[in-house]
């Protein structure tokens, strides 16, 4: 006992030895690929050693047993902490209980030695039947190689057991191997795009990698390194498949687990330690760089997964490119090429023929047919249009041939996957060479999702999704913005705007809009567009942020119409910059269009419309809008117009036009409580964001103490606003989500949420105590650190002075800067609180004393706030 105990103690420290100097080859140099090989043969020669010890104490085992590595043990790829997948292979004859304890013991030692071993026991016949409910396992065995025991059995394993399985359930594995992983990439919302991604199971992870090489190995093309491709497509495959091995090394190292999620800290310290790079690159690069070499080799890798599925002979998979059915009637054929069940395919050369690869015009054919059909490149079709790209270069014709022809993409309704197939050939680039500079460029912060390139081409997805018919909660804003779309005559006009609205980006000059238009203008003048869409084109890049940033004011403000008005100066410009603005807000994260801006948005571009048309009597606009609410509410309120009317008397424009005729109705009747209660609240519970509003008469702290209040709860307030009327009586909202799940795990607690408030609000409770009451734990670090910025504007509004603050968004900030205005004198005219992402963005309409404030206390107002969120941050 006491020999066996010194033998497996010998096997133990020899491999973990053995894993020690692999860790430290790794952090000198070594490859990832090395790496994972490296520590696949130390397992190798532990499991063989501890197999020989448990045959020589029991001779039964030495027969009818064969251990084989499967799944990523089988390809010799085990990562630093990964799983061990091992198969012990029981002849027909063997008692599975007869053996039961051996493997047992085998497995302690594997566990004993810090391996998380994931052991299967199967008899060779159960391997020769395919368990629909457990096709992961059949798939695993594909990946297989011998480690010790009855070589006879693996072999008829080997040779005569999988092949058969799979050759006679091809189409049923390849069915269900497609399906799952279409429905991993939808648990990542279909996109490789991803803040923190998981270099493993995300599209373009290390997952589809194996994909590939399964299909592959399926239809009987090899390894993944074989499969048909151009030589520098397989080059790009393999450079990527070698980077992800790394950083799955590196992160398995750095938290010392299976962790393979790629997180913020965890780019940063890739970034540091240069992990990846190679002597094309910088020696010092930072994360957002580091993370633009991720995206290019997850995108080359998400392609060729893609690829392959369009081509799988069973169960086509639905991707982004395929958008329609697959019907005779949907097939084109033109000069050069034609469509074969959805996939390019281009005419066969003849001896002394030009191949139409060649040709530009052929190839932005293909291009125009893949945007307005749907349909993909075939990877023949590919292959030869990208070795003819050097020769397309010489012959490609600038003008207005070139623009007709590059409109006929953009105004596909499938525009965004053929432009990213032509930007991933690099045929894009050859058109528009100003684009290259955007090309998996990353914007690290906590808001943008996408990298610039692919923004871009969710931005054009969006405008063309108008076109059609939505479902769910877009559905509405969609019909709405369609309608404008449908429009405009110059449609090609605002793709193109799209397209080019970032390039400046790409250069590191302040303000990349007035670069992207800069930029633009060598386009144009290669595309000859005429002066007047020259001129539509350049005022639309040169002032696409202006809507969003008009949104960030009170947009019933009449003035703040007015400026906006004098940018975009008429009506097509409108339409453009607001159906540009609505897609661009989409486009940076799949929930940045809220509700709350598309209203906004919509209602901006509705009271700019009515400015910029001479036709309308401003002064009965406001009347007939006034009178109209008046009417509707009052229906609600029978024989109570005239109270009606008094109480709106003095809201801001803002309030009456942002809520429905219900809503005013019962802010109106929580208003006639006051004299029973002054504090009144109204609270919307939802899972997402819930919302509070207060109606009570307008006293000192009481935007900050609300805020205090939400703050002592742990709830995270996303927009807030208030307003008060000519009779002192205040309406104040707020919407804000429950960070902690307070309210959605304890639905008891909803009495007792709103009674804190309320006890806050009447002074029955002080909210100092509230706060002090709540423990305040350790804040997780930002992502991105966000500088605070107070600016102030006198001439955004005649009648109050314009605060704007940018923060970071951490909990307080909003009672921190209430206070402080307050003990400034100030009053809180109108708040419009936003955040996107980790960035707070907070607009206070002031007055003080009745009037704007004066330049000294602006300088004075703006040291207290600074000071405060410099404590509040603490």
């Keep these: 006992m006491q020999a066996n105990e010194s033998t497996d103690g010998d096997m133990r420290g020899r491999y973990q030895r053995r894993m020690l100097e692999i860790r430290g080859a790794f952090e000198t140099g070594t490859s990832g690929s ?226 393979n999620t790629l997180a913020w800290q965890a780019q940063d310290a890739a970034a540091e330690a240069a992990i990846g790079l190679n002597g094309r690159e910088p020696k010092k690069v930072d994360a957002a760089y580091w993370m633009r070499l991720y995206f290019r080799h997850a995108r080359s890798v998400e392609r060729r997964v893609m690829q392959m599925m369009e081509e799988m002979p069973v169960g086509k998979a639905p991707s982004k490119l395929l958008g329609l059915k697959r019907s005779r009637r949907a097939e084109v054929e033109q000069q050069g090429f034609r469509v074969e069940r959805g996939r390019v395919v281009l005419d066969a050369v003849m001896e002394g023929d030009e191949d139409p690869a060649n040709d530009p015009d052929v190839v932005l054919q293909v291009f125009t047919a893949v945007a307005q059909t749907g349909c993909t490149l075939g990877r023949e079709a590919e292959e030869r249009m990208s070795q003819a790209l050097p020769l397309l270069s010489s012959h490609l014709e600038e003008g207005p041939t070139l623009w007709h022809q590059l409109q006929g993409v953009l105004t596909g309704a499938h525009a965004g996957d053929a432009l990213r197939a032509m930007h991933a050939m690099g045929v894009l680039e050859l058109l528009i060479p100003e684009f290259h500079g955007i090309d998996a460029l990353v914007i690290r912060d906590a808001y943008h999702r996408y990298t610039v390139d692919e923004h871009t081409f969710v931005l054009i997805d969006t405008l063309h999704g108008l076109e059609g018919s939505q479902s769910g909660a877009k559905a509405e804003w969609a019909t709405r913005f369609g309608a404008l779309l449908r429009e405009l005559p110059h449609a090609g006009v605002l793709y193109l705007v799209a397209l080019l609205h970032d390039t400046g980006k790409g250069r590191s000059t302040g303000d990349h809009a007035q670069e992207s238009a800069r930029m633009a203008r060598s386009v144009l003048a290669r595309l000859e567009l005429d002066a007047y869409e020259s001129g539509l084109v350049l005022g639309l890049i040169a002032n696409h942020l202006e809507m969003s940033a008009a949104l960030r004011r009170d947009i019933f403000d009449a003035e703040t119409v007015g400026a906006f008005a004098g940018k975009v100066l008429t009506p097509e410009m409108l339409r453009m910059l607001t159906l540009f603005t609505y897609a661009d807000i989409n486009a940076v994260h799949p929930d940045a269009l809220t509700p709350w801006k598309a209203e906004n948005l919509w209602r901006l571009y509705m009271a700019t419309a009515n400015y910029l048309d001479r036709s309308v009597d401003e002064e009965r606009v406001g009347a007939q809008a006034e009178s109209e609410l008046v009417h509707r509410v009052a229906a609600l309120l029978p024989g109570q117009r005239a109270e009606v009317g008094a109480y709106l008397e003095g809201f801001p424009e803002r309030y009456v036009r942002t809520r429905t005729p219900e809503q005013v109705r019962t802010h109106f009747q929580m208003a006639n409580r006051l004299a029973e209660d002054r504090v009144q609240l109204n609270f919307r519970y939802a899972p997402v964001v819930s919302e509070l509003t207060v109606v009570t008469p307008d006293r000192a702290l009481l935007f900050a103490n609300m805020s205090g209040v939400l703050s002592a709860w742990g709830m995270n307030i996303v927009t807030a606003d208030a307003f008060s009327n000519r009779r002192g009586v205040v309406v104040d909202s707020f919407r804000f989500t429950d960070t902690f799940r307070t309210l959605e795990m304890n639905a008891s607690e909803h009495e007792a949420f709103v009674k804190s408030v309320h006890d806050v609000m009447t002074e029955a409770v002080s909210v100092e105590k509230l706060l002090s009451g709540r423990r305040r734990g350790r804040r997780k670090a930002p992502k991105v650190v966000v500088e605070p910025r107070v600016e102030f504007d006198d001439e955004a509004s005649s009648h109050s002075t314009l605060l704007e603050v940018v923060a970071q968004d951490v909990p307080g900030l909003l009672r921190a800067l209430s206070l402080t205005l307050a003990g400034q004198g100030c009053n809180i005219e109108v708040a419009l609180v936003d955040t996107e992402g980790e960035m707070a963005i907070d607009v206070f309409y002031l007055t003080r004393d009745g009037a704007k404030l004066e330049k000294h206390e602006e300088r004075v107002l703006r040291k207290a706030l600074l000071q405060a969120m410099e404590e509040n941050a603490r």
């Design 34 to 259: 090395a790496t994972i090989a490296a520590r696949s043969a130390a397992l190798d020669e532990l499991v063989r050693g501890l197999w020989q010890q448990a045959v020589e104490q029991d001779g039964r085992l030495a027969n009818g047993i064969a251990l084989a590595a499967v799944g990523g043990y089988g390809r010799q790829e085990l990562f630093p902490y990964s799983d061990v997948d091992l198969l012990f292979l029981l002849d027909a004859r063997v008692v599975e209980k007869d053996v039961k304890d051996a493997i047992r013991r085998v497995n302690q030692e594997m566990w004993d030695c810090g391996i998380r071993v994931s052991p299967t026991t199967r008899k060779i016949t159960e391997c020769e039947r395919l368990a629909e409910e457990n096709t992961e396992f059949t798939v695993s065995l594909m990946d297989h190689r011998m480690i010790a025991g009855d070589a006879a059995l693996y072999d008829k394993l080997s040779t005569q057991t999988i092949p058969k399985l799979l050759q006679r359930e091809q189409r049923t594995v390849i069915t269900r191997l497609m399906e799952l992983t279409r429905n991993r990439h939808a648990k990542y919302g279909d996109t490789l795009f991803h803040l923190e991604p998981n270099i493993k199971d995300c599209p373009g992870g290390l997952r589809d990698v194996h994909v590939c090489g399964w299909l592959s190995a399926l239809l009987g093309w090899g390894s993944q390194e074989k499969s048909p491709q151009t030589e520098a497509e397989g080059n790009e495959f393999l450079q990527a498949v070698e980077f992800l091995r790394l950083v799955r090394c590196f992160l398995h190292y750095r938290h010392e687990r299976d962790d």
